[in-house]
């Protein structure tokens, strides 16, 4: 799949649904006053209605006192660094401004005439037939003139489509063909050519920009164009949650790398504030992370509403949310990295323990637990109340990366599920590379301070850290990027560390390297020249401790160099 945005792996601030320009940015004011990063927001249906029903097809912000001005609303989020995506869909409600424009576009009955949805939720009318070019172009204007206005991204919403009566027809004639097809013969490649022209269309007015384009229908190969699904309006249940790690590790291991959940659960519940924390904790090593909720309030008062943000949780429940946001922003490097490799090789950024274990039989087994790359192993509590939680270690030395304790592979074992994180662990031999505290992605470059962690192995491994600069279609193409090559291997009498970029154009100037170890070492030699040797990140000159809070505890040699004036940092750890 094409580099989504790197602001895609960000906080997406998200609910059914805002309703007022008041009401969206008081809740972001709230974000921000409880330092959770925030990173794009998404607006439901209400961007062009008051109403749930009879409001689909709008297409335009409708009501000026409730969204007085659209452009300066999005501008002045963009200048926090927040990107603003809107919900469409592909029905054309009778009530609807854009209806008796929609008409000669709309999939047709037997006769050819308009067919007419006389049972659909949200009013009678019909569906766009999106097979037509003529009809694609009619409906991409909508979403051009809210580009205009500075949308950056698109959700489309009911496009499997969620009614398609088997007697609605379209006409495939810009694809070769001379007859019309029936809704059961085209209906699973509906969603996935709604996706495909978004890309195109996009790709065409934008060519150096990244499309972020969230469906939750698609079909093989709809991954080419760029999209992100997610697993449809499930329950805030723990059934729920339960249900959401075989759904996503079957889609990524089909080649639909950026699946993910509405995280806290969509419909129902009771507000259970720990069901809330741990779906953030699972969502937070997932492709994409997306609180996502029903809180309709007054404007369906026997809708089950809940918050879907974390600022807006009572405690305890607010601040063990908040350290799974900040945590997503924490491993943003690796994450991001993830991405790459999907792009260049193919692989999924989570995948089942026998993806990169499959002569371990145990490991064939597993389907609770994931690895999220090819470093780092989750394993999800799912369990309400849970004390503990069971988990199984493949072979090799494993690094919790909360308790600081290393653990040998090969075997199951019990760890604590304590309320303040999930189970993580890190493989040997690993290179993570993590940044420091930051408000969005818009500071990552100008005030992110980057940390390296490197997990020993007698065994020669590598890490390729990638690095561009987040938003241009053409950086991989143009080869406008930087590749940070990581190898390292404990030799026994030392411990030799390499970090090898490929140019300079994307290196980060303030880097820490933190090489986990038993004891102090005898000398620590950066480039052939003896350092001092720091065992904390209180003792860093640089003063990166914004990563104490994770940190193991673990002995661990720690050099600060400078990427740039250095350009290849050897580090050697003696014994």
Wanted: aromatic letters at 14%; glycine letters at 8%; hydrophobic letters at 40%.
């Amino acid at each position: 799949q094409p580099l989504p945005p790197r602001w895609a792996f960000g906080n997406l601030m998200s609910r059914f649904g805002y309703t007022s320009e008041a009401q969206v940015k008081s809740v972001y004011e709230k974000m921000k006053s409880e330092n959770i990063p925030v990173d794009a927001v998404i607006f439901d249906l209400f961007w062009f209605g008051d109403s749930i029903k009879g409001t689909l097809g709008n297409l335009e912000w409708v009501n000026k006192t409730k969204w007085p001005d659209p452009r300066r609303m999005i501008g002045e989020f963009r200048k926090e660094g927040v990107h603003t995506i809107l919900v469409t869909e592909p029905f054309f409600v009778e009530t609807s401004l854009q209806y008796r424009a929609s008409r000669p576009y709309l999939a047709v009955d037997s006769a050819g005439a308009p067919f007419y949805l006389t049972d659909f939720y949200f009013g009678k009318g019909g569906l766009i037939d999106i097979f037509r070019k003529d009809a694609q172009e009619w409906f991409w204007q909508f979403h051009r003139r809210q580009m205009q206005n500075g949308v950056e991204g698109w959700w489309g919403d009911l496009g499997e489509p969620e009614k398609h009566p088997a007697g609605m027809y379209h006409n495939l004639r810009d694809l070769g063909h001379r007859r019309l097809f029936a809704a059961d013969e085209v209906h699973n490649l509906y969603g996935h050519t709604w996706t495909k022209m978004l890309y195109n269309r996009f790709a065409a007015e934008y060519p150096d920009k990244r499309l972020f384009s969230l469906n939750r229908s698609g079909f093989a190969g709809s991954q080419r164009y760029g999209i992100i699904p997610w697993t449809g309006d499930v329950s805030r249940s723990w059934s729920g949650l339960r249900a959401q790690l075989p759904v996503l590790l079957g889609m990524t291991m089909s080649g639909i790398p950026y699946v993910h959940s509405d995280a806290g659960g969509f419909a129902g519940g009771e507000g259970d504030g720990e069901l809330y924390v741990r779906w953030l904790q699972f969502a937070a090593f997932t492709p994409v992370f997306r609180p996502h909720g029903t809180a309709l309030y007054e404007v369906e008062p026997a809708a089950a509403s809940f918050p879907s943000e974390p600022a807006l949780m009572e405690e305890p429940w607010r601040s063990h949310a908040r350290q799974a946001v900040q945590l997503r922003y924490l491993f943003l490097p690796y994450n991001y990295s993830l991405a790459y490799q999907q792009t260049s090789n193919g692989t999924p950024l989570m995948a089942p323990l026998y993806y990169y274990y499959f002569n371990d039989t145990a490991a064939m087994q597993v389907q609770d637990q994931y690895m999220w790359g090819r470093d780092m192993m989750v394993a999800p509590i799912l369990d309400k109340g849970a004390t503990e939680r069971k988990v199984y270690l493949p072979a090799g030395r494993w690094l919790n990366i909360f308790s600081s304790t290393i653990h040998q592979g090969g075997q199951w074992i019990t760890v604590p599920a304590q309320l303040t994180h999930i189970p993580v662990f890190a493989r040997e031999g690993s290179f993570v590379p993590t940044v420091s505290r930051i408000r969005n992605i818009s500071e990552y470059t100008s005030n992110g301070q980057f940390l390296l962690s490197y997990f020993p192995s007698r065994s020669r491994t590598t890490f390729t850290w990638f690095e561009d600069d987040g938003v241009s279609r053409k950086s991989l193409p143009s080869k406008n990027y930087t590749l940070i090559r990581c190898t390292g291997q404990d030799m026994g009498n030392r411990i030799v560390t390499e970090i090898r970029p490929d140019n300079q154009k994307f290196v980060p100037v303030s880097l820490v390297v933190s090489i986990l170890i038993q004891k102090k070492p005898a000398s620590v030699m950066l480039n052939g020249r003896r350092i001092p040797v720091y065992t904390s990140t209180a003792e860093i000159p640089s003063g990166t401790r914004d990563f104490a809070h994770w940190m193991p505890q673990l002995s661990s040699v720690q050099v600060h160099a400078d990427m740039v004036k250095n350009k290849i940092l050897q580090i050697q750890v003696i014994k």
